[in-house]
């Protein structure tokens, strides 16, 4: 790793430590200084993910404040020492798009709210692993990185990914795992 | 319980990204409930979607959007006592599951689907099916290939296929390439919950005339 990428990760690990220090203190101190800031730096991001997803622009924006006021409202169930704040709060939007597109179908039934007792939840060791991940995304091999963007950024179903491709759905399953097992390997790096 | 089948690492980075129906959902939830190892890499998945969010690029939100959720943040506080109370799950019932069919699997309302094969449909909308199945001891489902991914979970009983052995807790987790014919191998029946992307697609003459009939 040359100098200049140490210094970025570096940096970026900073950052990232900072944003989940001030989420994490927000059930505490209920600050609506510390919230914009969050608001500020993240909204725009959940909109962007959440476009990705499908929606229309003004839908989007709408998810987003829903998404950024479940962040005030659920910030006691954030730990610190188990996710980032981008991974919590990618939950929580995802969890909006979900709901949306249930609410669409014009459903009378309601699958309970996917919400783990945030004490039981077995997570990983260290939340630090999650740390390592970043610069690992980007080093995935094109093919890789392709079907873990359809699937993440664009909710895409695995017959979805490989009717777009054109590839058999054993492939995309199995460049997921792939990455998935490059990904993981990358956390276990640099200890 | 000891499980030794357990959900793809593809299908838990699917529920991370929220790309799966809401059957698929239901039966990955209710493993995951049961389940420590698929728990942490459930967990694993869903860090990769947080690392994505922090790296996409920003989309500008419009004018006045953050002094409007100022505005509404006062007076909406998360009002604990107003949630539904959760019905508690059983031995043979995970939680996620019990919130739709209650805890009892004997209280459930089975409808005849075939000789010694009863169902209960959860007749999700969208694509894929989803439903309980209890089988008679020896009866086996019709040889079939699906197209998509089929998830099977077993809740009562155990029963074998060409890829194994499945006891209560185990997720056989397959794609279309696999063809199988799963039989239930003890002198007592299997019930499970299946769910998938969509329809299952019967091979060989029993298939067709099983199909309009099982109509899975
Ligand atoms: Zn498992």
Redesign the interface.
Request: glycine share 6%; with cysteine; hydrophobic share 40%.
């Given at each position: 790793m040359t100098a200049a990428v140490a210094i970025a990760e570096q940096k970026k690990k900073k950052e990232?430590d900072a944003w989940s220090d001030l989420l994490a203190s927000l059930s505490e101190t209920r600050s609506?200084v510390d919230?914009?800031r969050l608001?500020?730096h993240f909204?725009?991001?959940?909109?962007?993910?959440i476009?990705?997803?499908g929606m229309p622009v003004a839908a989007?924006?709408e998810l987003?404040?829903e998404s950024?006021?479940a962040v005030?409202?659920?910030a006691?169930l954030y730990t610190r020492s188990k996710?980032?704040a981008?991974?919590?709060?990618?939950?929580l939007?995802?969890?909006q798009?979900?709901d949306r597109l249930?609410r669409e179908?014009?459903?009378e039934?309601e699958?309970?709210e996917?919400e783990?007792d945030p004490d039981q939840?077995?997570?990983?060791e260290h939340a630090v692993?999650?740390e390592r991940?970043?610069g690992a995304?980007a080093k995935l091999p094109e093919a890789q990185a392709q079907v873990?963007?359809l699937?993440?950024?664009e909710?895409?179903?695995?017959?979805e990914i490989s009717e777009q491709l054109g590839i058999?759905?054993?492939s995309?399953?199995?460049r997921?795992?792939l990455a998935?097992?490059k990904?993981?390997a990358h956390?276990g790096e640099e200890e | 319980m000891k499980i030794s089948h357990h959900l793809?690492?593809?299908t838990l980075?699917?529920r991370?990204?929220?790309?799966?129906?809401?059957g698929m959902?239901?039966l990955v939830?209710s493993h995951?409930?049961w389940c420590?190892t698929c728990?942490?890499k459930a967990?694993?998945?869903?860090?990769?979607?947080?690392?994505?969010?922090?790296?996409?690029?920003?989309?500008?939100?419009?004018e006045g959007?953050?002094d409007?959720?100022?505005g509404?943040?006062d007076g909406?506080?998360?009002v604990v006592a107003e949630r539904a109370v959760?019905v508690k799950g059983s031995a043979e019932v995970p939680?996620?599951l019990a919130?739709?069919v209650g805890s009892d699997l004997d209280a459930i309302e089975w409808k005849r689907l075939g000789p010694g094969v009863q169902h209960y449909d959860?007749n999700?909308?969208?694509e894929g099916a989803c439903r309980l199945l209890r089988i008679q001891p020896g009866v086996s489902v019709p040889h079939h290939t699906h197209?998509?991914?089929e998830l099977t979970m077993i809740l009562r009983g155990s029963y074998s296929d060409d890829v194994g052995r499945f006891c209560q807790g185990d997720v056989a987790d397959l794609?279309?390439?696999i063809k199988h014919q799963p039989i239930v191998d003890t002198g007592s029946e299997c019930i499970c919950l299946i769910a998938t992307?969509?329809p299952l697609k019967f091979t060989g003459i029993m298939g067709r005339l099983a199909q309009p009939f099982i109509g899975l």
């Open positions: 990232r609506k919230f914009s608001y500020e909204a725009p991001r959940v909109k962007a993910y476009i990705r997803f989007a924006e987003t404040q950024m006021l005030w409202r659920k006691h996710a980032s981008s991974t919590w709060i990618f939950t939007a995802r969890n798009c979900i249930r179908k014009a459903v039934y699958l309970p996917e783990i939840r077995h997570y990983g692993l999650e991940m970043s995304i873990l963007y699937s993440y950024y909710g895409k179903s695995h017959s058999p759905l054993g995309v399953k199995s997921l795992r998935f097992s990904l993981k956390w | 793809d690492d593809a980075m699917a991370a990204a929220g790309a799966l129906s809401d959902t239901l939830d995951l409930h420590k728990q942490t967990w694993e998945a869903e860090c990769i979607g947080g690392e994505l969010l922090s790296d996409i690029q920003p989309q500008a939100m419009s959007s953050l409007s959720i100022l509404m943040l909406s506080e998360e959760k939680e996620p919130q739709i959860f999700f909308p969208g197209k998509g991914n794609d279309e390439e992307e969509a």
